[in-house]
């Protein structure tokens, strides 16, 4: 178990960028998909205990509009135990609900972050913005902290406490050098202990396993990342199969 030290919040600069994001409503009976969205990331899964599966992607032009596929699947990895409800743009559902440590990856509707992290010096992914990741950049998986999951950048001047090392985003792990926010639990609506730092990122090899979140050969990733860009306004949606086929109509998914 890890021992928290509280960063002190008021040195720390914020770049989560404040964008739209829907609360949770157990009252909503229609499509948690926005009207806006033109790019949707499918991934069903065999059951709820599944690590594995595969990704495809879906277009459309006209809001409401119906969905086409786009591209070929990819295979994808997910949480060492599998899935669990998250917080995004769907209703609350019954079943497993997704908490911090449960290495779970969060199923339901979720919109993607805007910035790519990485190591390289420079993308060149249409449409994305890029932040080099340093040894400043944390992501904070505190649930005490004011910050939970948060993207932070510590100050040139201040010491990084160390047993905040599990937070850095630069680490010395290949996987982590591109990833993208999956808006799950994410600002401004983050409940305490409800999982943080959700992300797709490079998969670790044939058989790996995430502690959450969904990664994905470099080849595949790339290719995704040029299919789809911010301006798309695209969603994840991650559900074990006989959810999907349960919610596959009202939701409206393809």
């Not at 992290?117 to 005490?144: C, H, K, M, N, Q």
């Not at 050098?177 to 670790?204: E, Q």
Request: charged share 20%.
């Amino acid at each position: 178990m890890r021992t928290w030290f509280r960063l002190p919040d008021f040195f720390l600069l914020l770049l989560v960028p404040c964008l739209a994001f829907a609360s949770p409503s157990s009252s909503s009976s229609s499509s948690p998909i926005p009207s806006d969205a033109k790019a949707l990331l499918l991934a069903v899964t065999d059951n709820w205990n599944s690590t594995q599966t595969q990704l495809q992607l879906y277009r459309r032009t006209l809001p409401n509009g119906s969905w086409s596929l786009s591209g070929s699947p990819k295979q994808v990895h997910l949480g060492r135990s599998g899935l669990a409800w998250g917080r995004g743009l769907h209703p609350n559902q019954p079943g497993p609900q997704k908490r911090e440590g449960d290495k779970k990856s969060p199923a339901g509707v979720f919109p993607l972050g805007s910035i790519l992290y990485g190591y390289a010096d420079r993308l060149s992914f249409p449409g994305w913005r890029y932040r080099r990741v340093s040894d400043r950049d944390l992501w904070i998986e505190d649930p005490t902290s004011l910050n939970y999951n948060r993207h932070l950048i510590l100050p040139p001047h201040m010491a990084l406490p160390t047993n905040h090392l599990y937070d850095l985003m630069r680490q010395d792990d290949p996987a982590h050098a591109l990833k993208l926010f999956i808006r799950h639990n994410a600002p401004p609506d983050v409940v305490p202990a409800a999982g943080s730092a959700i992300f797709f990122h490079l998969c670790r090899g044939q058989d790996s396993t995430t502690t959450g979140c969904t990664s994905l050969e470099e080849p595949d990733f790339h290719a995704l990342l040029n299919s789809f860009s911010p301006s798309d306004h695209p969603v994840y949606v991650l559900l074990p199969r006989i959810d999907y086929d349960r919610l596959r109509s009202t939701w409206k998914l393809p």
